[in-house]
């Protein structure tokens, strides 16, 4: 791996860690649909970073979604229910951002919190094994 290669994904990784604060933020806020945007985007974030490792990348959501499971959910090294997480927020990234009048209740959500944390820390434990 290159110097560049691991820089790429030091500063992508950095972006995950920066979503997740935000999250928190927007979420304290009261802007729940925000929150779970950027919910998504720290496990987007991570999931091009751990690509990296393996030569791929893509700017296509659709397409690392597709990615992540084929190369990281089949292969066991994103366990099944992280994977399942990162659909629950594809699906929601795409109703808060696209679909008139999508309201998530912060009661429904908070608890993506944690998840996407267990998710983003899974991937810095993956990241520090194969970097």
Known sequence: MTDEEKT???????????????????????????????????????V??????????TSKHGHLRSLMHRELVK?????????????LLFDSRLKGDYVDFAMFKADDVGGWLDNT???????DTLLRELT
């Open 8 to 46: 790429l994904i030091a500063y992508r990784m950095e972006r995950a860690h920066e979503a997740i604060d935000e999250a928190k933020t927007l979420f304290d806020a009261g802007h729940v649909n925000s929150y779970v945007n950027r919910l998504y985007y720290a496990c987007f974030y991570a």
């Open 48 to 57: 091009s970073a751990l690509l990296l490792t393996k030569n791929l990348s």
């Open 75 to 87: 292969t066991g090294l994103i366990p099944k229910e992280l994977g399942g997480h990162f659909d």
């Open 117 to 123: 944390q267990k998710f983003v820390s899974h991937v």
